[in-house]
């Protein structure tokens, strides 16, 4: 069965420093990956995705993440953190069942930043 | 434009009310989402409706009934919930290819609130 884990729950930056969020997955077949943020009492948004090719992928607000497939890992990061990235940021792995398209999201890393 | 809009942005319901969410999309979007995410912890997946056909049940309670009536609108039904009950609703559409590239974009969500 397919899993996400986001090890780190809390994540505490100052502005301008450099940001990384992990997230690891298990999947059997070829991973379809996705990272999206959502701001307190919002919806998610989504930041970037990988289903193929380049392993380094960008998004959008600065994010890049890259996809390391020996690590089974696709971290999520940025070089410099503006205050307005303090949210919640979730990974998740995508795949298809007999009903459809379904999404498994990790448990979230809540992102602050510090001015 | 990939927006999704749902209404109304808060809710509050007694046990014994009747009430709805409304979720629209204007994006030729053929499959629709409903997640339920409670405080924090990641959305969880509900329904899914494909070419206006319910597609997918998480085995959610009855009480909670879904409908959609053309491919851009979503309804959910809800009818004798119970404080538990009370989440973050939020709605998603992808384009309904059924390829695991099939991208679900968000909507800003339904705060619920069960008295």
């Known amino acids: 069965a397919q899993s996400v884990t986001q090890p780190d729950i809390h994540i505490t930056v100052s502005e301008g420093a450099s940001l990384e969020l992990r997230c690891n997955y298990s999947y059997g077949a070829t991973p379809y990956l996705f990272w999206y943020v959502q701001s307190p009492g919002q919806g998610l948004q989504l930041l970037l995705k990988?289903?193929?090719?380049?392993?380094l992928v960008q998004g959008i607000k600065g994010f890049e993440a890259e996809f390391k497939r020996s690590q089974s890992s696709f971290n999520l990061r940025k070089p410099s953190v503006h205050w307005s990235d303090a949210a919640e940021y979730f990974c998740a792995v995508g795949f298809v069942t007999g009903g459809g398209n379904k999404l498994t999201f990790g448990t979230g890393t809540q992102l602050k930043v510090e001015l | 434009d990939t927006e999704v809009t749902q209404t109304p942005k808060h809710l509050v319901m007694g046990m014994t009310n009747k009430k709805s969410l409304k979720c629209e999309q204007h994006m030729g979007h053929r499959a629709m989402y409903w997640y339920k995410q409670k405080a924090k912890k990641p959305p969880e997946l509900m329904f899914v409706y494909s070419y206006e056909k319910l597609s997918i049940n998480e085995s959610v309670p009855s009480r909670f009934s879904p409908e959609c009536p053309n491919s851009s609108l979503l309804n959910l039904h809800l009818h004798a919930l119970q404080p538990e009950d009370s989440a973050l609703y939020l709605c998603?559409?992808?384009?309904?290819?059924?390829?695991?590239?099939?991208?679900?974009?968000f909507g800003p969500g339904t705060r619920l609130t069960v008295l």
């Open positions: 990988y289903f193929s090719g380049d392993t």
């Open positions: 998603a559409s992808s384009q309904g290819t059924g390829d695991i590239t099939d991208t679900q974009y």
